[in-house]
Structure formats: C-alpha cells, structure tokens
C-alpha cells in the first residue's frame, strides 16, 4: 500500500503533466522567466503539490487567503460554496500579488461542487493573465478534471 507522500508525489507528477501537456508544446517551457506558484488548500493537500512544484522549478509561493475566511465545518463551506457558485459571487482576497513580476504561473485549487472554487475565479477576475503562461493544476477526491472546467463559470 502506498502511503501519504508517495501518493501525493504520484499524483502531482500526473496531474502537473496532463494539464500542462498543451502549455508546454510550441510555447514557453516552464522555468524561464519569473515563476508564481498560486494556491488555495482547505486540509493541504493542494498546498503539498504546489511545495511540490516549487521544489522542481523554483519561483513564489502564494497562498490564497480571503479577507472573510471560509468557516471550518466543512459541511458549512459546501453550503456557503454552493451558494457562491449559484449567485455568482467572488469572495474578496486578502492575498495581493504583484502579477506584472511572473511570466509563468502555475494556480492550483482543489474541486468544490464540481467547480473551480469562488476564490479561485476571484483570483481569475482580478488579475489580468494577459501574455502570461498558465499551469493549472488541481486535487480532487475522485472528480474528473474535464468536468471542473466545463462545470466552472467565471
């Protein structure tokens, strides 16, 4: 039986060369320029691969926090969430970041409902990603990456 970090290592091997297959053929190779490594973890998971990443291509490790933070109880997060994805609403981030300074920046979010977490399409509203290079990268529990994108309103 595997364990923990084994796990983790294997699964973030997969998932960073899956969903950077069509970032890397015929553009910018990852590790040139100024690299962001952006995050949001609710129990580390997402926060251990993006250590993870930052171990093999260096760059700034940022985590997302909100202005209002999420409550612990985690069935009172889904609620909260599945709220915000119904509504629409983008929670406010606490995080700031000085974006102009990255070329490539990898964002890594675990799936909520289905769906890119609403501080993760707050991140993606506030930001100008123009001309950037974007590696995203994901944890779920099971849910199908394809389904995160195509569930995911901005």
């Known amino acids: 039986m595997m364990d923990r970090s084994q796990f983790l290592k294997r699964f973030a091997a997969i998932t960073l060369l899956s969903s950077t297959a069509n970032t890397?053929?015929?553009?910018?190779?990852?590790?040139?320029?100024?690299?962001?490594?952006?995050?949001?973890?609710?129990?580390?998971?997402?926060?251990?691969?993006?250590?993870?990443?930052?171990?093999?291509?260096?760059?700034?490790?940022?985590?997302?926090?909100?202005?209002?933070?999420?409550?612990?109880?985690?069935?009172?997060?889904?609620?909260?969430?599945?709220?915000?994805?119904?509504?629409?609403?983008?929670?406010?981030?606490a995080t700031k970041v000085k974006i102009g300074n990255y070329d490539t920046i990898f964002i890594g979010f675990p799936t909520w409902g289905m769906q890119l977490p609403p501080p993760i399409k707050a991140f993606l509203n506030t930001y100008d990603l123009t001309g950037k290079t974007i590696v995203p990268f994901n944890t779920n529990a099971g849910s199908a990456w394809g389904i995160v994108l195509k569930h995911s309103r901005s």
């Open 24 to 93: 890397l053929f015929g553009q910018q190779r990852i590790g040139e320029g100024n690299i962001l490594i952006v995050y949001l973890s609710r129990t580390n998971n997402t926060k251990a691969v993006a250590e993870m990443i930052q171990k093999e291509v260096g760059g700034d490790l940022v985590a997302l926090t909100l202005t209002n933070p999420y409550p612990e109880d985690y069935k009172t997060i889904v609620d909260q969430v599945e709220k915000e994805n119904e509504s629409g609403y983008l929670p406010q981030l």
